[in-house]
């Protein structure tokens, strides 16, 4: 009901243009139109708006599962995920999600209420009493800041929107004292309206030149590209193809360009092949990774010529490699520069010829298979039965990085979701919810193993909710498979690590949801009876002894 109709209604209403609604109304203006939380006491003045608004609330059951399922709607729609929760521990329980979401270099605003000016640190008991939350957060997230009025919170999202444009990405929590939330508050419209945030920041013009100039020469140019690659879209691939330069990503790069093209390896940087590919390359153009020690597997991947970094922070072009050249700027700018650069340095040269890279292909596929044979026969099947454009969400689970990240070609970027630094467990579900939310038109799958499922099967529910199409295929090999081989090849006898199971099937009847048992040989096909179900599907297979 809108505030006009409640006061038709003869309902009692607060003041509209209160900070809650100047805040709401500044994200909405900026493309926001679904926040992710649980209401609280003290956090009502920021959802009284969302139905004038028009933003959707999605209520997890949660606030783990707020925060992984604003990444998921982030990732899938190009916006920062918007996380709502209430004082003390709301705000705490939504912190892996911003921990995730500060290692992965993701947009993400928190928003949560705080004790009101003048009562910080008082240890009276008050309900939600933290004793210093900004505090809290801010050891683990970009920036975390309690403000004293509405038009400073509001200042902090146009500065976040700005940061998230021309920075590296990281998650910004506010803090709105409860006395500054609810009371009226003074602003205009002009106040509340999206900023023009800009043009993406171009490299030095003479460093460009030069790399270009080092590029054309190389005869085994390789380019490795991360997260921060995807803001240079298509023009990616046009400079691929110019240099006839095979393309491998780290997973938050996956879909750099389309997996199936000729020139992709795909994400498996983590791969001994990868590695000894890498260290052929006599020129490597590295574009926004900081080639991450989780990515590598603790690999060797320095190459035998000269290296050039693409990256919007200058400190990720110094880490792990350091370069023969750097070219500070947004990928967005800085590779559609390298690719006109490119034309006139290649200028009076012979055309390239095409890259055999087939025997490189084999060696991955091969040290791909041989890591988890069974897994990447699973993913295999799965990945016969999906449509072209679905979106995987993963978990911390051996399914998803020993198989998904090299057994999923990826179409696009995004269409994985998936944590490889932060690698925390019970991401996938929540992601999928705020994925199929952020798109609903397009499949999306859950794919995943029983120890990561359990940590978050409570956010099928918000998926029934929901009335989402939404997938979800557990594999259970019966516990924590790989913390279980860890324990064998230290000659500890499994500890701890097997776990007792619930009937999968009953358990995702009870949440309203239907369940399928299926085995190797029928999983193809009840994958795709699952695509075709309406609402949420849980698909379980036991793999193993």
Known sequence: ????????AGMQTEPRRNAGY???????NYGIDAV?????????EFYRHLEELEIKPVTTRHEQGASYGADGWSLTRGLPGVVVTTSGPGLLNSLSGAATAYAESRPMILLSPGRPRGQEFRDIGALHETKNPTGAVGAIVGVSRRVNSALEAVEMIHNAFVSFKHSRPRPVHIEVPLDVLEAEAEFTDADLAARPLGSPQPAPVDDVARAANILARAERPLIIAGGGSLAAGESLLELAEMLEAPVITSVNGKGAIP??????????????????????????????????????????????????????????MLTNITPDLELPGNSAAVVPQLAAALKVASEGRPERGRRELQPVFDALD????AIAPELAQLNELIMEAL???TIIAGDSSQVTYMGTTTFYRAPRPNSLLYMATYATLGYGLPAAVGAKIAAPERPVVCLLGDGALMFAIQELMTAVEQRLDLPVICVDNGGYGEIRANEEARRIAPTAV?????????????????GFEATVETLGETVRKALGTEGPSLIHLRIGA
């Not at 992710?36 to 009502?44: A, D, E, Q, S």
Request: charged share 30%; aromatic share 4%; net charge negative.
């Open 1 to 8: 009901m809108t505030a006009h109709a409640a006061e038709e």
């Open 22 to 28: 100047a805040i709401m109304a500044t994200l909405r």
């Open 36 to 44: 992710f939380g649980i209401p609280g006491t003290h956090n009502l």
């Open 259 to 316: 997996e199936k093209h000729r020139l992709s390896l795909g994400a498996d940087l983590r791969l001994t092949a990868a590695h000894a590919f890498c260290r052929e390359a006599d020129a490597t153009l590295i574009v926004g990774s900081k080639i991450g020690e989780a990515e590598l597997w603790e690999g060797d991947i320095r190459p035998a010529g000269p290296v050039i970094r693409v990256d919007i922070m200058r400190d990720q």
């Open 366 to 369: 091969e040290e791909g298979r």
């Open 387 to 389: 449509p072209e454009d």
């Open 498 to 514: 097997d776990l007792v199971q619930p009937d999968w099937v009953k358990l995702a009847e009870g949440f309203g949801a239907v």
